[in-house]
């Protein structure tokens, strides 16, 4: 029953995305094959800021959410979802493992990722693209509960969260405390915090051979 429910699951996830791909083709045609020619130096130029937008390939095509978990179930007139032990998401807009997820979705034929809510250990991964195209920056928040909210990309935790950014540690002392990382990598906390801001020491230089003075002959 277990792994009917999971593939139940699974088979109402690839649904989803089929529906979407094949309204998406339906609208656009493919145009007819052309000769290949060379795009001049000024064209090349006018597309290069667009290209630049590291959240323009977002909103192109279907987003897959995989979900592995011990156990699951799926209540398809609810359209929610549950999953227990071990828990891990891999989405392209987050990473996620808890030991509970409950998962909505969209009513109606746009029965995508509405809301996520994880409980138990929980532990998420934000990815921040650089737009000047160097490696992404990344926002690692662990808490006891968190909420991902697939309209305004935000992801809450709460249960003493803290999250790391680089070095940097931002830790919650109040178990009131609500930590918000927004689709942009960005943190805003609301309640008692702490953050350690850590700088390692200075390499390569030899205070004492500069700073000693050469003796007089």
Known sequence: MKLLGL???????????????????AKSPKPAKSAKTKASPAAKDKASPGAKNPFENESK?????EI??????FDSGKNMGVFTGNVKVFDP??????????VFLHKGQDQGLERAIAEGNVGVVRDKPDPNGGPPSHAVGRSEHAVYTADDGRVELTGMPKVQQGPNMHIATSAGTVMVIDQDGHLNTHGPSRTEIRQEPNAGKSPSASATPSPKP
Do not use: W
């Open 7 to 25: 593939a139940i699951f699974s088979l109402a996830i690839t649904a989803f995305a089929q529906n979407e791909v094949v309204t998406n083709a």
């Open 61 to 65: 095509g279907p987003i897959t959410t």
């Open 68 to 73: 592995y978990a011990d156990e699951a179930s």
């Open 93 to 102: 807009r987050f990473n996620l493992q808890s030991d509970k997820l409950t």
